[in-house]
């Protein structure tokens, strides 16, 4: 039976939890062979979604997908011996030894690796032995993949795995992501962080209030701003848009946080014109950045809000 390229489905989703939607009519599609993320603040309704999919939670409205099956209860164990979940935080019995904690969930599954393979995989044979009680944070993080992939999986979910991490251990579990991926695996990650998905993801759903408001790669979502540059600013005083707007190269502006963020082209050219237009308002200046343009300012641009505003 030929494989469907589709790997996960969404059609429609909603969640509700009294008055909240958390999940409002939202629609996915995650190739096979991909990493996709979903990107967006807290309370935008990604780990309700990836629970959903995962089948932790049944929606109110709407069908789900996995692999061209529905979660069913006739298809349900068959579905969770093909995916493997990483939690944001995981928390395992702390006298329990890495070896063991992977050995555990190994046997969860018929088919899978071997205890050995995983942990040298996630670089744990220095704490084969240790408790989990001793490990560090990225050493727990990079323990709950082991346990995600000790399955074998064909599909990975994971939900804010590096939340917390110092940067080496975050390029550690990345390394890790990306090998998955290169052996043909399907990745769903969630994540706020604008740097982990433009490495990760070959597709991205820019998620607010339940819905997806933006899809593409990092690539052609950025160059949906049609600026490749970010001037930010502080002032004395109100400066009107429009003054900025006359400036060449200035493509639209934005106010947030107390600040002026101006996305442009010819960056240079942009600000001596800003400048100008300052002094000739005659207003002073507190603060200047810039920089090139990110996911964060793509969702800011959309929302008038960053991505670690809940």
Request: negative net charge; proline residues 3%; aromatic residues 4%.
């Amino acid at each position: 039976m030929s494989q469907p390229e589709v790997a996960l489905r969404a059609r429609g989703l909603v969640k509700r939890y009294g008055k909240l939607t958390a999940v409002d009519g939202l629609d996915l599609e995650v190739r096979r062979g991909e990493c996709f993320g979903l990107l967006g603040p807290n309370g935008a309704g990604k780990t309700t979604t990836v629970e959903m999919l995962e089948g932790l939670h049944a929606p109110d409205a709407g069908t789900i997908e996995i692999l061209g099956e529905r979660w069913t209860r006739a298809t349900a164990d068959r579905l969770r011996e093909r995916i493997g979940i990483a939690l944001q935080e995981t928390q395992f019995p702390e006298k329990l030894t890495v070896a063991e904690i992977v050995r555990l969930f190994r046997s969860f599954y018929a088919r899978g690796r071997t205890v050995d393979e995983v942990v040298a995989l996630l670089e744990l044979e220095a704490k084969r032995g240790a408790r989990f009680a001793k490990l560090s944070g990225g050493q727990k993080q990079r323990l709950a993949l082991a346990c995600a992939l000790v399955g074998d999986p064909d599909v990975l979910f994971l939900d804010e795995p590096t939340t917390g991490l110092d940067p080496q251990a975050r390029l550690q579990l990345w390394a890790v992501v990306e090998r998955f991926v290169d052996r043909g695996g399907t990745v769903l990650i969630t994540t706020h962080y604008m740097e982990e998905a433009a490495r990760l993801c070959d597709r991205v759903a820019i998620v607010d209030r339940g819905r997806v408001i933006a899809l593409g790669t990092p690539a052609e979502l950025i160059a949906s701003l049609g600026a490749d540059q970010v001037v930010e600013l502080e002032l004395t005083g109100e400066l009107p848009d429009a003054a900025l707007l006359a400036v060449d190269g200035v493509r639209h502006v934005a106010r947030r946080e107390g600040r002026v963020v101006v996305h442009a082209t010819h960056v240079a050219r942009v600000v001596a014109g800003v400048l100008a237009a300052i002094e000739g308002a005659g207003l002073g200046l507190t603060h200047l950045e810039t920089h090139a343009a990110t996911l964060e300012d793509v969702f800011v641009h959309l929302t008038g809000r960053g991505l670690r505003e809940g």
